[in-house]
């Protein structure tokens, strides 16, 4: 089937990039290509807020993201304005500026540090094989459910120290939270329907709440029975000479347990999708994983740009292209129109697993740089070179479906047939 009506169609000129309902097609890459040529720094006005500023170019959105001084995290990283009492109780490392961020960061990095990230490789393209070899014989699945949405989160819960059998669990209640503008994850859509009740709580959803009871139970058991993990580790650090408070942890919590999951497994899937629309890259991929695996990797993250977009807030009058940024002003930062700069990128629309230079914004830049991106890379990169060695053939056979958010570029199915070597 022809997949250019998901990976090649650029919309329209001047889309709602506001609206969920916009990216349930597409991702609007003629809509950032106009604002990149006429208006790189462009007022965005909302039908219900106050408007923001939005950053399309490359070499903005690298300027706001180290800029911490001018464009602060501290109030907020989603295009959404947050009340005081409503910041204080969501926030995570990633509503921090140094040195707080840098302090709290410091908790987890030495588990996702490349070196030691490389240690994983064994067991997880262990993992990946045995899914593999579980799903692959049925012939006709959904690469998203069986294959995309299995292998991360798995991963992640032998790091958490949570039992592999609550994966499953883990998963549903991320995709509740993050996934909170998709009516097919969550009961409670959050430009649908009243979420007052939930705003004190990560992504104004209701499954925080059985997320932070989970997480309060697990702290229950590792201050009796301490393990080699990352919740141990959270419970037992003292950033500020004092232990994480109860709060802290459950946010910590949430965060490792949403962001180590649901960007990697969309990447994958995309990736899929990438490489059956250019079938002769998906050839030299398999016949030269050593040498082509990590730029393909790379490029893979580059185009499907998961993550769409982060918010800082100014903190003083800023001119920035002519345009003059007022204190206070929300400036949200658009991935996927920066990792397809015509500045920066040679053919920026076209996928080319061999691209070199490929410095894309996928995992930010600056002190906020992704926790996660060696792991991120390593987990898909494994997941094709596994893939690839043991499928003579495969093809979708249906649409693929794609998440209703302004948020995450995701798919939530992708139906194919494959034939095994």
Known sequence: MSLSTLHQDPGEAHADITSHDTFVRFVPHATFARMRREEPVAWVEESDGEGFWALTKHADISVASRDFRRFTASRGIRIEQMAPDELEARRTMMEFDPPEHAR?????????????????ESAFRTLAGQVLDRVLPLGEFDFVTEIARELPIRLLCRLLGVPETDAQQLVAWGDQMISNADPEYTPV??????????????????AALEVFRYAEEMALERRSNPADDIVTALLTAEPDGQPLTDLEFKNFFTLMMVAGNETTRHTISHGLIYLLDHRDQLEQLRDDPARLSAPATEEILRSSSVTMHFRRTATEDVVLRGRTIRSGDRVVMWYPSANHDEEVFD?????????????????GTGRHVCLGASL???EVRVVFEELLRRVAAIEITGPPDRLRSNFINGIKHLPVRVTTV
């Open 376 to 378: 991120a890379r390593l």
């Open 347 to 363: 053919s920026p629309f076209t996928f080319d697993i061999r691209r070199q230079p490929n410095d894309h914004l996928t995992f």
């Open 189 to 206: 859509v959050i430009d649908k329907m009243d979420t007052e009740e939930y705003r004190l709580l990560p992504f104004r959803s209701p």
């Open 104 to 120: 709290l960061r410091r908790l987890v990095q030495p588990g996702f540090t490349p070196k030691v990230v490389a240690t994983y």
